[in-house]
């Protein structure tokens, strides 16, 4: 699933003559070379429409690094739709999304709409419907620290895999998003977290925190005057290190003390988009 915490992007056609693209970044440490996602696609752009225009780009960083959010993926992906747009459409959706896999395997869902089943590296793209309603709050919480993917895949224990089949737990989660059951964490399973937590013990701490600590209003009508709630489910995004709060977007007091000073925490919602346009903002929380 895409969801609407995501960089700021502006894109415009340099003039004609321009010889390199441009590109502007808020994060002074990101690099604006050949090494970034976003250079790289506006090069595979011009490989395959065999275009000679040159683009400037203007990034606005909002996603942390090493937060196994996509933030690069989904910078790259709209990057080759907004290239395409400036360009008239030479490309189709489809042309976008088998491109997109020669510069990177978490590019291609971000061309799906927005809720996928990916097999393959990830570059294989089936469009399924939200398993969840699009109101479903969610809390992310990612510590100043990340985790390299080539070392996290470098530690996985296959013998320590899930037995689930995905499958399955794609149609848990959409049973429950249908009937509004709160999402069952034995259907939240994420292979990366066992060698994530190796590399990172204090990442399990937290993902085991955040599950059991509670969040909560103050009903007139609840003992006490105070209602306490926990997470329906709390996991580890993709490789790490963001750690994801299902069913409440509200921060558990604990993240209110100076030892959490440094860490990321927002709110999110699950977006999808319309066939012939982009994602936007959903607009449940101020970004």
């Known amino acids: 699933m895409v969801i609407d915490l995501g960089d700021d992007m502006t894109f415009e056609l340099l003039p004609e003559g321009a010889d390199r693209d441009q590109l502007s970044c808020s994060d002074p440490s990101i690099p604006s070379d050949d090494s970034n996602l976003v250079i790289k696609a506006l090069h595979l752009f ?16 909002k996603v942390p690094h090493g937060a196994g959010l996509g933030g690069g993926s989904g910078n790259a992906a709209t ?26 395997s978490d590019i291609s869902v ?10 393959g590296r990830g570059e294989v793209v089936e469009d399924v419907a939200p398993p969840l309603p699009l109101t479903t709050p969610l809390l992310l919480v990612k510590p100043p620290v990340g985790l390299a993917t080539p070392r996290i895949f470098k530690s996985l224990d296959l013998s320590r895999r899930s037995a689930a089949d995905p499958l399955e737990l794609l149609a848990g989660m ?8 709160p999402l069952p964490q034995a259907l939240c399973v994420n292979d990366l977290e066992q060698p994530a937590f190796d590399n990172l013990p204090e990442l399990k701490e937290l993902k085991e925190r955040l599950a059991r600590s509670p969040v909560g209003s103050s ?17 580890m995004t993709g490789s790490g290190s963001t750690i994801v709060s299902v069913g409440c977007d509200t921060p558990p007091a604990f ?22 346009q982009w994602y936007v903002h959903s607009g449940q929380w101020k970004a």
């Open 110 to 119: 971000f061309f799906s709409l927005g809720a996928a089943y990916c097999t």
């Open 255 to 276: 993240l209110a003390d100076p030892n959490y000073k440094d860490m990321f925490v927002s709110p999110a919602r699950l977006i999808v988009r319309q066939p012939d």
């Open 174 to 181: 959409t049973k429950a998003g249908a009937t509004g059951s």
């Open 46 to 61: 011009r490989r395959k429409t065999q275009t000679a225009r040159f683009f400037g780009v203007t990034l606005q960083k």
């Open 219 to 235: 009903p007139q009508d609840s003992p006490g005057g105070v209602e306490q709630q926990r997470p329906a489910a709390v996991f």
């Open 79 to 104: 990057t080759l739709w907004a290239a395409n747009e400036l360009m008239g459409r030479p490309a189709t959706a489809a042309q976008l999304l088998q491109w997109s896999g020669e510069i990177g």
